[in-house]
């Protein structure tokens, strides 16, 4: 199964028995499997073997599935609507008595509006040519959702190539903030003896301050939030690379990712280091709008 998209489109065209039709496929992002199957009167059992094509293809998205049928003029079905020819007969009956005219022939009876009725839905069929039909329908059906198979599998090759490139562009920010969280120690010490002198005109000790100093870099240490941005990072590509309907699992990574980075934000005693966190942030939540459109 190849990295794939929830979103695309794609319909087929068939014939059969001198009917012919049309189906139309058309998916967007859902937490599931949803077909809505919408089709003729006299057609609605093609829906379970429809919705078991579609889960056969698909694991996850929301699906408007619409079949549009036309029979060739030459087959439409007619019929004669027996209440109005017989209201007709009466009344021609009456009026030759009436007027004593000659009797209405029956090609001009049969052509008074409402006599004759042309079948506009599904002609009526014996089960075995209602199989053959329907069999036709869901080969036909079968195709289209193979195409949309392939139209959602060319959007998600261009969505890997879009979250790869936030992907790296998150590493690049981790491996910033390393470099910047690597000298933070040495910042909260000047920091603080900055601000001990004012406060106590430098009657603190050294080994005073050096406690000082280990506590609050043990407050601010972000080397386990780094690694596990790392892993992320190297978990995220994986997942891109099976492609194997990995959609919730980049949903869920992208959480992950932005509880490191909120993480790194809040354990900041530097504006640099504050400023590519909240960089790095913004990336993520890009990355997980993209992720909910994989399947």
Request: aromatic share 4%; proline share 3%; charged share 25%.
């Amino acid at each position: 199964m190849t990295f794939a998209s929830m979103t695309g489109f794609a319909e087929c065209a068939g014939s059969h028995e001198g009917l012919h039709w049309r189906w139309e496929a058309k998916s967007v992002n859902g937490r599931s499997l949803d077909l809505r199957l919408r089709t003729p009167p006299g057609y609605d059992g093609l829906e379970p073997p429809a919705r078991r094509l579609a889960g056969e293809r698909f694991q996850r998205g929301s699906f408007q599935i619409s079949l549009t049928v036309e029979p060739q003029e030459a087959v439409r079905g007619l019929s004669i609507d027996a209440a109005a020819l017989a209201s007709a007969v009466k009344i021609a009956r009456e009026i030759a008595a009436e007027t004593g005219l000659a009797p209405a022939r029956v090609d001009g009876l049969m052509a008074l509006k409402g006599v004759i009725v042309q079948e506009e839905g599904a002609p009526a069929l014996d089960a075995v040519a209602r199989a053959h039909r329907d069999a036709a329908l869901l080969e036909s059906l079968g195709n289209a959702f193979d195409r949309l198979v392939k139209e959602r599998a060319r959007e998600g090759a261009k969505l890997a190539a879009l979250m790869t490139a936030q992907i790296d562009e998150i590493e690049k920010l981790v491996t910033d903030a390393g470099a910047l969280a690597a000298v933070q120690p040495q910042a909260l010490r000047a920091r603080l003896l900055e601000q001990l002198k004012d406060l106590m005109a430098g009657s603190v000790s050294e080994e005073r301050l050096a406690q000082e100093v280990a506590l609050l870099a043990v407050k601010a240490d972000v080397r386990e939030e780094l690694d596990r941005l790392t892993a992320h990072v190297q978990d995220a590509r994986a997942l891109i690379a099976s492609g194997k309907s990995v959609g919730r699992k980049l949903d869920f990574l992208s959480q992950e990712f932005n509880r490191e980075a909120n993480t790194l934000c809040s354990k900041s005693s530097d504006i640099a280091l504050t400023r590519t966190g909240l960089a790095m942030k913004a990336v993520i939540d890009q990355f997980r709008e993209q992720s909910q459109n994989v399947e």
